[in-house]
């Protein structure tokens, strides 16, 4: 297991996020959102600006571990715009490939409004990752796909995520457990931990959220929400969980332009935890 933060931390300036590495002890970089300095004229990721990227980070021990690619529904509404987005994905990842970098975060931010629109786009999503898993393993990257906290999102509950992965259940085919999303969907967190096990978790978000007498949800600093994040922390221990942990959308302190100050703080609460969690089990 590996603590990573999110390369806008430092408000997108790489010379002060590898600073802020450097202090807090961490050397892994994750490309959340889409770096748009690794992006070429063509709208797509480009093999050597990437590489440019991987190797600023590189000369001071820090590596960039993963980069974001998404669909919307404006990627699912035709087949042609299906096939343009998969194509940039492929790309995407074959630029990761020359760049080392191991994973790809994939969000899938597409929502339905009827059942047939809901089985239009999962028929096109299915079709997008019956390519794009196969050139993943034959790349030798992985995918951490991400799903979304409500019910109008296709990809919004455990079954939903199995039945993505399905589609093509190779090894490099993985997921994205955000506690903050399903738990806000109502899942059962350790259910779905132990449903899909190490080999198929290779990100974690960390995050805490409270549900105010009004509705909705709001972000919360760690242990002031309704998330058991020790737990989480214990049973993905006991999991064996050898991938990456963000924390994620912690409230910014005053004063704190970016999100330096929250991540520092968030990271020190994540090593206690994990600590803590790793002596229960020796």
């Given at each position: 297991?590996?603590f ?8 997108n ?12 002890g961490?050397?892994a970089?994750?490309?959340?959102p889409?770096?748009?300095?690794t ?7 480009s ?10 980070l ?13 669909f919307?529904n404006?990627?699912?509404?035709s087949d042609?715009a ?8 492929l790309a995407?990842l074959?630029?990761?490939?020359a ?9 899938i931010g ?12 999962w028929k096109?999503l299915?079709a ?7 050139w993943?393993e ?14 109008e ?6 079954a ?7 589609i093509?259940?190779?090894?490099c085919?993985g997921?994205?457990?955000?506690v903050g ?8 967190l350790m ?5 899909f ?5 290779f990100?974690?978000h ?13 972000d919360?600093?760690f242990?002031?929400?309704?998330i058991?994040l020790?737990?989480?922390a ?6 064996g ?15 704190d332009?970016c999100?330096?100050?929250?991540t520092?703080?968030a990271?020190g609460?994540l ?12």
């Amino acid at each position: 297991m590996e603590f990573c933060v999110r390369s806008d931390a430092c408000g997108n300036d790489r010379a002060r996020l590898v600073r802020f590495l450097k202090g807090a002890g961490e050397t892994a970089v994750c490309g959340i959102p889409q770096l748009p300095e690794t992006v070429g004229s063509d709208g797509r990721v480009s093999a050597a600006r990437l590489q440019e990227y991987q190797a600023f980070l590189r000369k001071d021990g820090i590596s960039l571990r993963l980069i974001t690619e998404s669909f919307f529904n404006e990627d699912l509404d035709s087949d042609a715009a299906v096939k343009r987005r998969v194509d940039e994905v492929l790309a995407a990842l074959s630029a990761m490939q020359a760049a080392d970098v191991e994973s790809l975060f994939l969000f899938i931010g597409a929502t339905f409004a009827s059942p047939k629109e809901r089985d239009m786009r999962w028929k096109r999503l299915a079709a997008a990752y019956e390519r794009i898993v196969p050139w993943a393993e034959k790349t030798g990257r992985r995918i951490a796909t991400h799903g979304m906290q409500a019910p109008e999102y296709l990809l919004f509950s455990a079954a939903d995520m199995e039945k993505l992965i399905a589609i093509s259940p190779r090894p490099c085919n993985g997921v994205t457990f955000c506690v903050g999303c399903f738990s806000i969907a109502g899942n059962d967190l350790m259910e779905w931990l132990d449903r899909f096990g190490a080999e198929r978790v290779f990100m974690v978000h960390m995050r805490d959220v409270r549900f105010p007498p009004g509705g909705g949800f709001e972000d919360v600093r760690f242990g002031e929400g309704v998330i058991d994040l020790p737990r989480i922390a214990a049973r993905l221990t006991d999991i064996g969980f050898a991938g990456l942990v963000c924390p994620e959308h912690v409230p910014r302190f005053p004063g704190d332009p970016c999100e330096e100050l929250s991540t520092a703080w968030a990271l020190g609460y994540l090593r206690g935890l994990f600590t803590r969690a790793a002596a229960r089990v020796g």
